[in-house]
């Protein structure tokens, strides 16, 4: 059970939130005029690090806000 | 206190465990090998007891509980008790006992109330920080006065840490007095594990026998429970500590038939004492078998040639720190030569590990794991039966790593999970390959420490409790109509409303008949409802549905569909402009919450720029679906002053109007293809609004209908369910909904179109069906395939998605998802399921109404 701290409303536990994947995988400017390879990159491919990984969280059950927050993968620190 | 063990009654002492009980009254054998059937005794005092597991058949703290540990349960007056062949017994009726869950923040958690966690808890406390100190036995409260002038202090006594994971978060479990137990969550700052050690065998044969046990353990249960575990016993260790446990046995008044150390030359004060008792203490020897009595009970101990006669033999081989929590947050061990045993070798961020006391006064504790003899009597896992003979067939079939030898000879597998023969089996199959044991490094420890019953980790969350359930505010009407439930999420909805004698079958074809040709109402409250609003929010439902909702006029209704950027459909629903800047959203009942917050990751993460507002109503407006060729005359009866004309009041546009009092927001939408009007209002006047329509509708005979009749009537439409018709993988060019999707403006999964994946002719698409039995309902999931009797693989062309009766249509009628879709029209194929193939005719998934004619009466 990790303890994320939510950047409005503190360390809270993981189950009041909902993990949104890799941060930083912007939506592309304009997806027609991406090839397929591009497009499925964006769709498709995240990061798999092991160590420290740039994640987005959803306060879900609290303030319902989306945040980012870095956690090694491998010990489960979290720093922002 | 009485209490019963296999059926003979017994007498206890409070405070007794049932085995200090057993031991107390001399019952020997508590236990069989679960494959041998040998007999087995009680061999520790806590919870590292590989045979005691009892199965508990009164009531009380585990009602009908099976593998409960005897040395961990407390004995209550009424007791009852049978003993098992490494097996317990589910029991079928419903368990009476409570089991709680609770959750807390400490700043310090210290687990162990010996000297050393006693200790660290009050200097804790001192510092004004808030303490947990639990300890799987009863703490004594003499022990614990000092900590109790401290408010942010709470003693857990019988209660085990069974769980380290992420971020300082504990679970614990705690047994309280003889009628519950209770499921602890901790968040601790910090925590000290006071664990101390665990007692470790030593291997030799029949090493199993009722009457051998840990040397501490037959010494604890003297100093603990003034209980005499033998009358002349053998000592057998290769430390001082054996020596100690020796030393109390003999003080309490146990003639000592001899001391056996495995040690050649020992020195200091315990042997000393030993000796000057006139105990015949026998160095550089080991114990290489035992005797037993015709019962199996453990009659004479052997050292070589040399036979003792004796009831108990109290074996040593060392201690192993009890390092599971601080291995399961991820610590490390290695082994120590000097402390005979695998040790804390890093540091785990907030766990401070308090080392075990060494029992140490002289001479150097040896390593012994086993002693040579007949490798089938040596028993490794006495658990599981496993002896060393297994655990050389595994070495000798070639594996190496303990892991895998676990695995094949199933030691450590067993409910006690090796706690007392873990280390010593490593030690085995470390022999056994000829390597160190601190090469082969120990198996990680994972959580529970000690077994946790599903009962305990269900708590109350069963039966009504298990999930929250949303009831609407016509909930009772349903119920006194003797509706029957469907559960749709978390969501109660009427599923048909049965009048006497009917079965499902016939209830919904008469709410069928009722939509499609008088005048039916639905309780649609449930429809995930979101309020969007801002300047923006024409712009933003245009990048988030694939068809265009800026250009909707205010009043009007459109219906959308919404696709991840996969291109896959992941909800659809009708969305009314209310207002110039303000959007009224509806989406599947199952998927409101996923919406929402789809909703708000694209406008917080990508378009923060788009000023809209997004609220969840779902549960302020409910809702009444008027449906029928005759809901306009029922309309007219009820909102009077509203003109429900066709031409004033077309379909796909909303009203505001009052009805009989209430503030309601009319929709002329329809999901069954019929005439029909969604009345909302504050959910505080549904129950009122529904009584309303009924009683306006009730002269025409109006009939309630529930969700199976809705379904059937949106299939026969060739409406989809998302989700049903649909699963993740479906495009809405597949669903037939290409029509919705716009060509004229960007919107999120569009360019997932253009993808060579989604443009395949021979995608799964949706169908109709028609059984050639017009009397045969398919299996709804029942694959399609071309000819049933194919060799197998048999190639899958789709699968059967919605099946119903209908009423109109006279017959039975199907949805699918079928490889080339309509391409395949007229064709015959065949539904496949629990050994059925039915021909099913593939057809236009539009089977009533085609031209759609009966939306305007």
Known sequence: ?????????????????????????????DPMTLTDEQWAEYVFMRDNPKGWFAERWFHTAGCRRWFDLERHTVTYEIRR | ???????VSYDAVSGDTLAAALLRNGVRIVARGPYTGRPRGIVDLGAGEPHAFVQVESGGAGEGEPMVRATTLEVYDGLAARSLAGKGRLVDAPIEARYDKTWTHVDVLVVGAGQAGLL??????QTGARVILADADPVRSDFIDDLREFPEVRVLGRTTVTGAYEHGFYVAVERRASSSQRLWHIRAGRVVLATGALERPILFPDNDRPGIMLAAAAAGYVTRFGVRVGNRAVVFGCHDGALASALTLLEAGID???VVDARP????PLVASLRSSGVPVLLGAVVTGTSADADGILSAVHIGSEVLECDLLAVSGGWNPNLHLYSQAGGRTVWSDEASAFVASSTVDGMTVVDPPRRQHGTPPMTLWCVEGDPARIFVDPHRDATLADLRAAVDGGMRSPEHVKRFTTIGTGADQGRTSGVTSLGALADALGRPVGELGVTTYRPPVTPISFALLAGRDRGPLLDPARRTPMHEWHESRGAVWENVGQWKRPWYYPRDGEDMHQAVLRECAAAREGVAMMDVTTLGKIDLQGPDTGAFLDRIYTNKFSSLAVGHCRYGVMCRADGMVFDDGVTARLAEERY???TTTGNAAAVLDWLDEWLQTEWPDLRVHTTSVTDQWAAVAVVGPQSREVMRALVPDLDVSAEAFPFMTVREADVDGMPARIFRISFTGELSYEINVPSYYGLALWEAVYRAGEPLG???????????????KGFIVVGQDTDGTVTPHDAGLGWAVSKVKRFVGERSFRRADTARPDRKQLVGLYPRDPSTVVAEGAQLVVDPDAPIPVPMLGHVTSSYTSAVLGRSFALGLLHGGLAHTGETVFAVSDGRADPVVVTDPVFYDKEGARRDG
């Open chain 1, 1 to 29: 059970m990790l303890s994320i701290p939510c950047p409005h409303c503190g360390d809270r536990d993981e189950t009041e939130f909902h993990y949104g994947g890799q941060a930083g995988v912007a939506y592309p400017a």
């Open chain 2, 702 to 716: 109006i009939t309630p209908y529930g969700t199976e009749t809705m379904h059937v009537l949106r299939a026969e």
């Open chain 2, 120 to 125: 660290a808890a009050l200097e804790a406390a």
């Open chain 2, 256 to 258: 000592l038939a001899a």
């Open chain 2, 1 to 7: 206190m009485r209490f019963t063990f296999d059926g």
């Open chain 2, 265 to 268: 030359s020992v020195n200091g």
């Open chain 2, 584 to 586: 009224h959203m509806t």
